[in-house]
């Protein structure tokens, strides 16, 4: 009889991110760094690549990049390098990229990555500067370069400066190294670093995908990309461990690639292989000294460093008695939690992450609005949330008036004053209950037998009868109190 | 005019602050001196009449306050970014590129820089001959059938034809000071860091100075003060001071502790040039300088570290030039095809055998053995002119083992044409600053003397340089 080995098939997976350094010039020159302007409206003999031009590093993105490194927890090298990955191409104007080889700015460090199956430690085995490439445009067809007429060069983005972050293959799914992308984007954005927009590209990512033999050795390990959404990660990565299973299953072995992800057909592709490894002949660049950083100065950076969003997300939880759910979306977003807290600080911080998370969340996703250009401004929603529990509005009345004064900008009050929102005094109240009761007599005496399911009837009655201007729970106990049951 | 092309830069830069001669008449007879013997010399990969007649026109209109070097015509090597007039750096792949900027150097030197020409070189600053430019080669105006060295002979032809009074080059491993001795004008190559490299269209980032090209000692103070200087675009330029070059030149040797070097006297270097370098060591004895023998024990690998290290950043220096944005473009199939014809067709075989030495030495597999190895022997030679700087003041050795050969003798020969330097490169290596000025005649051609002081030592070395003057005899002559 045949016994077939069943094998467990354990993902490795490692990753390397490259972000936009948020500043204001490019790494090595006074250029400005904006994203789509007019093609070569920022550039210098510097980033052109002009005969004698040298760089000069931006100590803003040096700062930045150290800032990243502490807040994931890296050492900071006390002398750091940059060297010359030299090779040719249209789009690189000294066929050479500065970028840090041997002695990168940080090593070691580490990201804890929340998974449906426990937290996992990704550890950080470097972080290094470089400069961004200029930006090939292929003409003539819908984008790529096979098969176009021609080719333009775009310099604007020719020395921006970007962060390269590689972790250690310590990823075990396909979710967890998500998540890791969502976490890496809360630091960076926490700590100022890079605007970190996946979709905008100022996050890109690789991974390298292997699946583990059966004795635990690595196995031979692919390189994914294109996966540069947080969605389009998580599919890639689940495709591309598909077929390397496929592949092992059939008997196979799996050939050390790079593979291209397509979103559309939920396929992986080989990329076209080289004819020959490139060699980049690394060497140390010689325009530029080495950097040296001081303890001094490394610390005082660490002081600078901002509340991290895992010890904000412990904080929302512990001083606002908010759930890890509600602390989590909270603090998703930096502009977010401080809203929140500007509001919380005046009102229920569980009504305010209750308003905030869910309702006004909508509203912003459904328009499309940042946080930060919403008409809401965080006293709007103190007032509005104050007027609720003050009983001068209902809930139901409340959320209405959250979606008038996001398209208006309103205050509330004038809102509910205009539109005679309040809720009506008791009463007031009491004599439309009166009225309901007379007006339903069946289902008043039903209720006074004990048909506690009828009530529900009535304070709808009521409530359509006040326009939803009367809170439900005092409409059901002026009910209770008339009906006596 | 002829009583102008006399004067040397400093005196006629005084006159000109004097008003007692117009830039403008300078200008005019620096035109007629190059227009005379240009033909001949061929210093020039391009001359600028107008330019120069234009911007001493603006010396002349500006009301006061001129610089001590203002006014005076100067050759500028063909390396040094010039905004508006094409800069080849002697090759064909920039024949027709125009720079958006001006070098920081010629910035410093200030506005209404009257520059007479962009003077011949070696290509990308590689050789000793300038024969290896690709709008052919300078001739040596003390004898027309002679190289003018390199890889600044333009610059150094300039000087000694009296086309302009003074002059620009750039030295790497002795481009400055070996076509200094060769064409009987004093050369400095400054400290590493001192002059800015932004504008200099880089050969070897590690080892390129701008230095001053002269017809006397005092010339080169004067024009190192003009151009030296701290600049923000250049991170390896120094943040140091610029002292007053000119207050200590006639402090003259007494006293000094000047070290002959041992390593620099023997085997391959001419007898003749031997002889004018001991002679002058004896006579700044007698002027009160002890002088005793000085010893740099890795001497024999400077010249193999530095033909690593040089190529293997020139490999990487010269990706730029791929026929993409600016310079020679040769159409073809693909973007990798027209790469490959482009700089085929652009560059030498000097530029092309040292781009593949380069690519070579930083190859993987290959990159410890040779550039690491390199830039051990480099930390050694650091540390031997150290020991000797704890011993001397300044050291003392031929510029170049030999006087101008004839054109042509070392084409064939790369070997003996890199030995040119075999002097003049540990001073590269080191950072160090090094001046050459003529010490007398070997065969009726000029024998230049080199001396080397500490980091930031200039004041140091012009004074003895102005010693050596002195001592020799040797005075500037126009040639031919």
Redo the contacts between chains.
Sequence with gaps: METKERRTYQAVIGLEFHAHVATRTKMFCGCRVAYGDPPNTHTC?VC??????????NERAVELGVMAGLAMGCEVAPRAVFA?K?Y?Y?DL????QISQYEEPICTGGYIDVPTSEGTVRVRIQRLHLEEDTAKNVHVGTSGRMHGSTG?L?DFNRSGTPLMEIVTEPDIPSPEAARETAVRLKEILQAVGASEADMEKGQLRCEANVSIRNPDGSFGTKTELKNINSFRFMERGLLRELRRQREVLEAGGQVQQRTMHYDPEGDEVYETRSKEFAE?Y???PE????PLEFTEAWINELRSRLPELPEAMRARFVEQYGLSEYDAGVLTSDRELASYYEKVAFEVDPKQAANWISGDLRALLNEAGTEISDTKVTPQRMIELIGLVENGTISRSAAKDVLARIFESGESPSAVVEREGLAQMGADELSGVVEEVISANPEEAQRVREGDKKVIGFLIGQVMKATRGNADGGQVREILMERLGS | MAGLLELTAYELAQKIRSREVSAQEAAEAANERVEAVEPEVKAFITTTPELTLARAAEVDARNGNLKPWDGVPLAVKDVLSTRGVRTTCGSRILENFEPLYDASALVNFGENLVMVGKANMDEFAMGSSTENSAYGPTRNPWDLSRVPGGSSGGSAAAVAAGEGWWALGTDTGGSVRQPAALCGIVGLKPTYGRVSRHGLVAFASSLDQVGPMTRDVRDAALLLQAVAGHDPHDSTSANVEVPDYLSELEGGVSGLRIGLVGEMMGEGIDPGVREVVERIAGELEEAGASVGEAHLPHQEYALPAYYIIAPAEVSSNLARFDGVRYGLRVPAEGVHEMYRRTREEGFGDEAKRRIMLGTYALSTGYYEAYYGQAQKVRTKIIEDFRSAFSQFDLLLSPTAPTVAFEVGAKVDDPLAMYYQDVCSIPANLAGIPAISVPGGLSEGLPVGVQLMGDHFTEPLILRAARAVEEVSGFEYEMKP
Excluded: E, Q
């Design positions: 003999p052109l690549g002009h005969p004698g031009a040298l760089p000069v590093i010359r030299n040719f249209p104007p000294k066929g050479y080719s060069i060699d002949r690394y060497f010689p325009d530029l000294l």
